[in-house]
């Protein structure tokens, strides 16, 4: 018997992110900015800003990078991010990337024995 597979929560919009930052931390979302998929708070690892709100930033589905700061079109650099629900763009290539193009012909060969029993029919 298959088990159902469980129900991945959707990916908040990014205006629904920002509304959320709006609504339980203003002053990060006036630090919030949009690019591309994914809504970003400026700032770094050991500001205080973020000190009391990690765990609902996770909760939520902010994510913090692992490995130092994102740079923003601006200039300015940014820890906490959200991968939010964009606009849809098709991805090309990416269904058949690690497919090979074509198929190597075989090579028909006989084996020493097959070939010597070939030589002497002849």
Known sequence: MDK????????PTQDECMQWLRDNYPELYLKATRERDWVWIR?????ALFS????????FGFRLKMEGTHKLSDGTDAVWYHSCQGV??????????????????????????????FAKQL
């Open 88 to 117: 849809w763009r098709p991805s090309f290539g990416h269904k058949y990337k690690n497919r090979r193009k074509y198929k190597a012909k075989s090579k028909n060969l006989m084996s020493k024995s097959d070939a010597l029993e």
């Open 4 to 11: 159902p597979k469980p129900k991945k929560r959707p990916r």
């Open 52 to 59: 009391q709100k990690t765990t609902d930033l996770k909760a």
């Open 43 to 47: 700032g770094s690892r050991g500001d």
